[in-house]
């Protein structure tokens, strides 16, 4: 029988996955498990017929740390492997201010075939659920001491999971638990529509960033599949709702390709997009991935174009690279069997 995994379930879930009949049972458990427990020998307010009975019956963790990876730079990935054998990438970054930020994955592998990323060329093995995403932001917290924040950016298209992140989200922001404010969770999307409204409109009230790469029609759709049926003119709008409906400045993304996406013109076309919405820009140097036809763009053109829009009066960050040395760094994600 295959035993119940508990980290990610609420106290009522628990108690009635468990057929507890003393309903503050759940909410004990549920205290041990948000605050790192083991094992259910340290819950020590629970009798010993219940320990034994967990014992028994579930597991704390569905999921196991494979490998523990760490760069010169501070970052940290995790290998994780998950109860059916596949696995997945998480990873610690810390900057220059000491703040730590988990950056966790919602899906093994990616169907959204991003051309520039690791993770999209290996296709989608399949959702993660609430409880093994709430499981990487526990082996990240037990690396970091303390986490700032939380972002979902790591492997997978988080729209295309959203349940399993409003669950692993409510989880992680209750109060008798790890108390998080949703403040500190960003979502990170590739720009699909659908899912900005829904989570405009349903919550939870999180900051949203955009991997918006180019605001160039013909080479977005050539280097993100998802424009095809996400169009940059609806995508502006989403934006904008987002934006207005949750009162947070929307982020939008964009690896900077040499040769492809850092032109003038790409400049220009982004500041035209950007223009009357309320976002800031983070460009990041692309991260090479040797099996990719990209090639990483060099100082003075990451600074050309920054300087372009700032000329134009946006908010623009270029992000330092971080995690290369351990394959940790943004896009670069990929590990979904022991093959590969
Ligand atoms: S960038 Fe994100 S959405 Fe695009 S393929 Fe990679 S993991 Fe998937």
């Given at each position: 029988m295959?035993?119940?995994s508990?980290?990610?379930?609420?106290?009522?879930?628990?108690?009635?996955?468990?057929?507890?009949?003393?309903a503050?049972r759940?909410?004990?458990?549920?205290?041990?498990?948000?605050s790192?427990?083991?094992?259910?020998?340290?819950?020590?307010?629970?009798?010993?017929?219940?320990?034994?009975?967990?014992?028994?019956?579930?597991v704390?963790?569905?999921?196991?740390?494979?490998?523990?990876l760490?760069?010169?730079?501070?970052?940290?990935?995790?290998?994780i492997r998950?109860?059916?054998?596949?696995?997945?990438?998480t990873v610690?970054?810390?900057?220059?201010?000491?703040?730590?930020?988990?950056?966790?994955?919602?899906?093994?592998?990616?169907?959204?075939?991003?051309?520039?990323?690791?993770?999209?060329?290996l296709g989608?093995?399949?959702?993660?659920?609430?409880?093994?995403?709430?499981e990487e932001?526990?082996y990240?917290?037990?690396?970091?001491?303390?986490?700032?924040?939380?972002?979902?950016?790591?492997?997978?298209?988080?729209?295309?999971?959203?349940?399993?992140?409003?669950?692993?989200?409510?989880?992680?922001?209750?109060?008798?638990?790890?108390n998080?404010?949703?403040?500190?969770?960003?979502?990170?999307?590739?720009?699909?529509?659908?899912?900005?409204?829904?989570?405009?409109?349903n919550?939870?009230?999180?900051?949203?960033?955009?991997?918006?790469?180019?605001?160039?029609?013909?080479?977005r759709?050539?280097?993100?599949?998802?424009?095809?049926?996400?169009?940059?003119?609806?995508?502006?709008?989403?934006?904008?709702?987002?934006?207005?409906?949750?009162?947070?400045r929307?982020?939008?993304?964009?690896?900077?390709?040499?040769?492809?996406?850092?032109?003038?013109?790409?400049?220009?076309?982004?500041?035209?997009?950007?223009?009357?919405?309320?976002?800031?820009?983070?460009?990041?140097?692309?991260?090479?991935?040797?099996?990719l036809p990209?090639?990483?763009?060099?100082?003075?053109?990451?600074?050309?174009?920054?300087?372009?829009?700032?000329?134009?009066g946006?908010?623009?960050?270029?992000?330092?690279?971080?995690?290369?040395?351990?394959?940790?760094?943004?896009?670069?994600l990929?590990?979904?069997?022991?093959?590969?």
């Open positions: 295959q035993k119940i508990l980290t990610g379930l609420t106290p009522l879930q628990i108690n009635e996955t468990l057929g507890l009949k003393q503050f759940g909410k004990q458990i549920f205290k041990w498990i948000s790192h427990a083991k094992s259910f020998s340290e819950m020590t307010n629970l009798s010993k017929e219940l320990r034994d009975e967990l014992e028994e019956k579930a704390i963790r569905s999921s196991t740390v494979n490998q523990v760490k760069d010169p730079d501070g970052t940290i990935k995790l290998q998950l109860s059916d054998g596949l696995f997945i990438e610690l970054l810390t900057d220059k201010a000491d703040r730590k930020t988990a950056c966790v994955s919602c899906q093994a592998g990616c169907a959204m075939k991003c051309a520039f990323c690791q993770t999209g060329t989608l093995a399949r959702n993660l659920t609430a409880g093994e995403i709430v932001f526990m990240l917290e037990e690396e970091a001491g303390t986490l700032d924040n939380i972002v979902f950016m790591g492997m997978g298209e988080p729209m295309m999971n959203l349940e399993a992140i409003r669950g692993a989200i409510a989880w992680l922001s209750s109060t008798d638990g790890r998080l404010s949703t403040r500190r969770i960003t979502l990170s999307t590739c720009g699909v529509i659908k899912g900005i409204y829904d989570l405009a409109d919550g939870p009230n999180i900051r949203l960033a955009v991997s918006l790469t180019t605001a160039d029609e013909e080479l759709e050539r280097l993100m599949p998802v424009q095809k049926g996400n169009p940059l003119g609806e995508l502006r709008k989403a934006i904008n709702y987002y934006a207005e409906k949750s009162g947070k929307v982020t939008l993304e964009a690896a900077l390709l040499h040769g492809e996406n850092t032109s003038k013109e790409s400049a220009d076309r982004m500041i035209n997009f950007a223009r009357g919405i309320d976002v800031n820009i983070n460009l990041i140097p692309w991260n090479p991935i040797e099996t990209f090639s990483e763009p060099d100082a003075s053109e990451c600074k050309a174009f920054v300087s372009q829009l700032e000329n134009a946006l908010n623009v960050t270029l992000r330092t690279r971080r995690g290369r040395t351990i394959k940790g760094a943004c896009g670069q990929g590990k979904t069997s022991q093959e590969n």
